[in-house]
């Protein structure tokens, strides 16, 4: 049942592509346009939408985090995302205008759903992007968009956590493209290169060698950092908390402009810090600015681990180890970029000797608050 591979998180990774392409199957027409007939809620609703509100845990929490970016540039409303631990706790601003989108890869997270339960209670739209059909997230939702990464069994996420990130990029869009607002040839562009996405993360799962033997050399270490920028930054995040949960090491995601606000202080002699870099293409100005913080923790001695995309030819000087990833516009590298570090992470929990699909202390679905 593992279809030959060691661990479900080695099958799931390797499925990645298939379950991307099964997600956007069906849901972009031929002329780029998004065909969401399944989202029930009426066009006229999405359209007065004053706010969207993420709400989810985890490794959904940061393809949730990734959303935002997309949302908001791409339909200019305002899109919060929270922790659905948090939520209700914190008697959120809600109305009919809200829309709160769920994301869970189960549908029976406890937190999530009493985050949705809370936000239904006062009058809010929910819509639910789940990986699991009829489960309690999606029946409790006004709509729901299902992502088709076929059952997970790892505890960890991953062919779940890419299938998030491009329904919610299809939500973005489909939204940008109800509403009329920035409807142009960047959001057909992207279309475009999001059908291309499933592509690439093949490209990368062949290049994986040189991160696994990394990875086994790191197994002695007890501490790694991630920094990234804009959406690189919950990207790290997913790193770190991939690598905690599975390897059981000390794993922090750093915003990289927040480095001299306090976390280059951890930096020392040969500390491993990952390093996911956008395009040097487009927003150029966060390209250069990584750059120098890559230059700034490799002064202060740590082993810089860079993950950038082809032809990026400006961080070779900085990298003491690169990893390549295929160009793409900057709001889809995440698909690519999370592909490395989930890897790394399996593989750094092998070399410990730890269960990779069992990690200790954690379960699957977490069906308690
Ligand atoms: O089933 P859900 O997507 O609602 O689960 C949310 C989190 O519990 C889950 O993503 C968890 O963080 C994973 N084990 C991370 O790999």
Redesign the pocket.
């Known amino acids: 049942e593992k279809g030959g591979y060691d661990y479900f998180m080695l099958k799931e990774i390797a499925e990645q592509p298939k379950a991307v392409a099964d997600t956007l199957l069906g849901r972009i027409g031929a002329s780029g346009e998004l065909t969401l007939d399944e989202i029930r809620i009426p066009a006229a609703e999405l359209r007065e939408a004053t706010k969207v509100v993420i709400v989810?845990?985890?490794?959904?929490f940061h393809a949730g985090l990734i959303a935002k970016y997309a949302i908001e540039h791409w339909t200019r409303v305002p899109c919060e995302v929270e922790l659905a631990s948090e939520f209700r706790y914190r008697d959120p601003i809600l109305d009919q205008r809200t829309l709160v989108v769920a994301?869970?890869?189960?549908g029976?997270?406890m937190d999530?759903l009493m985050a949705l339960r809370h936000a239904r209670e006062q009058g809010a739209r929910v819509l639910a992007i789940c990986n699991t059909n009829g489960s309690t997230i999606p029946r409790e939702s006004d709509a729901v968009l299902y992502t088709h990464a076929g059952p997970e069994v790892a505890?960890?996420?991953t062919k779940?956590f890419l299938t998030q990130v491009a329904a919610c990029y299809l939500l973005a869009l489909y939204l940008g493209q109800v509403r009329g607002t920035q409807w142009g040839d960047e959001i057909r562009a992207v279309v475009r290169d999001l059908a291309q996405i499933a592509g690439q993360v093949e490209r990368v799962l062949a290049t994986m060698e040189p991160v696994r033997e990394l990875a086994r050399s790191l197994a002695g270490k007890d501490t790694v950092l991630f920094l990234g920028r804009h959406v690189g930054y919950p990207v790290a995040l997913e790193g770190a908390?991939?690598l905690k949960?599975l390897a059981y090491m000390h794993a922090e995601g750093f915003a990289a402009g927040e480095l001299k606000h306090g976390p280059i202080a951890l930096i020392e002699e040969d500390l491993p810090v990952v390093v996911v870099v956008p395009s040097p293409r487009g927003r150029s100005v966060l390209h250069g600015k990584i750059v120098s913080n890559i230059q700034e923790i490799r002064a202060r001695g740590a082993r810089t681990i860079v993950i950038a995309e082809e032809g990026d030819e400006a961080v070779v000087p900085y990298a003491d180890h690169l990893v390549r990833i295929p160009a793409t516009p900057t709001l889809l590298q995440p698909m690519v970029a999370a592909v490395p570090l989930q890897v790394f992470a399996c593989e750094l929990a092998t070399a410990r000797g730890n269960e990779v699909d069992q990690p200790r202390n954690?379960a699957k679905?977490?069906t308690v608050e």
């Open positions: 989810a845990c985890g490794t959904a994301v869970s890869q189960s029976e997270t999530t505890v960890a996420s779940a908390l991939k949960e954690l679905s977490v």
